[in-house]
């Protein structure tokens, strides 16, 4: 009788444990033990209005064909910021998203840069010769300093993550994980040109 006790007791505080932990998606994928290799963000979006965008955010850095890239070269246009890298499934169910995005924006005072968080550059290169990406991307792995500028009050936190600068190169939004709709991010983009027009 006391072992069916110590058991239901055993099992129940397990459940307890268990319960506690299940709200915690680095815990899970952790404990799930997948190989994913990244932390899936989900997909929320955040925008933030004028006076609560802090300061502009500078970063640059080599891009994957070798050129060089700073964050001074797209002021004054609204600027979108892809956090990726080749491995993350995630990321290549986006890119040809990003790049369609990319392209209705074409000469309307609007850029698209990637920051490739793992990758060297051959790998890089294959990925976006395979999704068709033709805007820049850092190569970000081995210095991180492009991440490290966006570390402050609002994070990447997961790739992929994107993330809109404002004409001025503040931070306006952030979608956490996974773009699955290029209408969410024109919308976006949208509203940071009209505060221009």
Known sequence: MRGVRFGITLVAASALLLTGCASDPLADQYREGSG????????????????????PVEFSGETVEGAAFDSSDTLGDVTVVNFWYAGCAPCRVEAPILE??????????????GVNVRDQAGTAASFEQTYGVTYPSILDVES???????????PPAAVPTTIVLDQ????????LGQ???????????????A???
């Open 144 to 154: 991180g300093t492009a991440q490290l500028a966006f570390a402050g009050d609002v």
């Open 179 to 193: 773009l699955t709709e290029a209408s969410i991010l024109e919308s976006i983009v949208d509203r940071l040109l």
């Open 100 to 113: 369609e995005v990319s392209q209705s924006f074409d000469g309307e005072g609007v850029s698209f840069v």
């Open 36 to 55: 994913k290799n990244y932390i899936a963000g989900d997909g929320t979006i955040s925008e933030f209005a004028e006076p609560q965008r802090g300061e």
């Open 195 to 197: 505060e221009q027009a």
């Open 168 to 175: 001025e190169g503040r931070i306006a939004a952030r979608v």
